[in-house]
T-cell receptor
Framework: GAVVSQHPSWVICKSGTSVKIECRSLDFQATTMFWYRQFPKQSLMLMATSNEGSKATYEQGVEKDKFLINHASLTLSTLTVTSAHPEDSSFYIC???????????FGPGTRLTVL | ELKVEQNPLFLSMQEGKNYTIYCNYSTTSDRLYWYRQDPGKSLESLFVLLSNGAVKQEGRLMASLDTKARLSTLHITAAVHDLSATYFCAVAGNQFYFGTGTSLTVIP
């Protein structure tokens, strides 16, 4: 099946620093990718839709200036958490849809811990 | 906004027993997905249901979809410990809408 990778798998950073997370579709092109956040024992919450060649679409309540998304190519989207704070600590998961098979493929996730 | 509810939220069952997890959603959709998530891991696709009456089975798990009732079920047959995980349903609208999740613990 299609593979989506994320890098890094986990990251610990100090409060106030910025962290970049990469999401790559390894064997297919994705004009759209999705970024989710998941807090412990909760469901996935869509943060934003990343669109290749245009601006990302953010869900209500998600600060676009804090969570910067860049869809640089048809296989790469990045999420940068700027000026991270402890409340940003979470599990971040990206996904990429393959419409021809009516599926979304999820990355392995990135666990962010902000001290 | 499409709402997706799962029932139950938490489930503890003995090995060998059967149980059904329910996924209700609020507006019309003909694409429903079931995923499994192990602790600290991402989502693993289990089933893709694309039409009313769709039924799919894989091992001890069977999923069905009733689009008229806006209901999907995930049936567990003769549970084993390896099935312990959190199970999510997701409904496709203009985005993916995830259910609340069902945390399943199978006790030996």
């Amino acid at each position: 099946g299609a593979v989506v990778s994320q890098h890094p798998s986990w990251v610990i950073c100090k409060s106030g620093t910025s962290v970049k997370i990469e999401c790559r579709s390894l064997d297919f092109q994705a004009t759209t990718m999705f970024w989710y956040r998941q807090f412990p024992k909760q469901s996935l919450m869509l943060m934003a839709t990343s669109n290749e060649g245009s601006k990302a679409t953010y869900e209500q309540g998600v600060e676009k200036d804090k969570f910067l998304i860049n869809h640089a190519s048809l296989t790469l989207s990045t999420l940068t958490v700027t000026s991270a704070h402890p409340e940003d600590s979470s599990f971040y998961i990206c996904s990429a849809p393959r419409l021809v098979v009516n599926e979304q493929f999820f990355g392995p996730g990135t666990r962010l811990t902000v001290l | 906004e499409l709402k997706v509810e799962q029932n139950p939220l938490f489930l503890s069952m003995q090995e060998g027993k059967n149980y059904t997890i329910y996924c209700n959603y609020s507006t019309t959709s003909d694409r429903l997905y079931w995923y499994r998530q192990d602790p600290g891991k991402s989502l693993e696709s289990l089933f893709v249901l694309l039409s009313n009456g769709a039924v799919k089975q894989e091992g001890r798990l069977m999923a069905s979809l009733d689009t008229k009732a806006r209901l999907s079920t995930l049936h567990i047959t003769a549970a084993v410990h390896d099935l312990s995980a959190t199970y999510f349903c997701a409904v496709a609208g203009n985005q993916f809408y995830f259910g609340t999740g069902t945390s399943l613990t199978v006790i030996p």
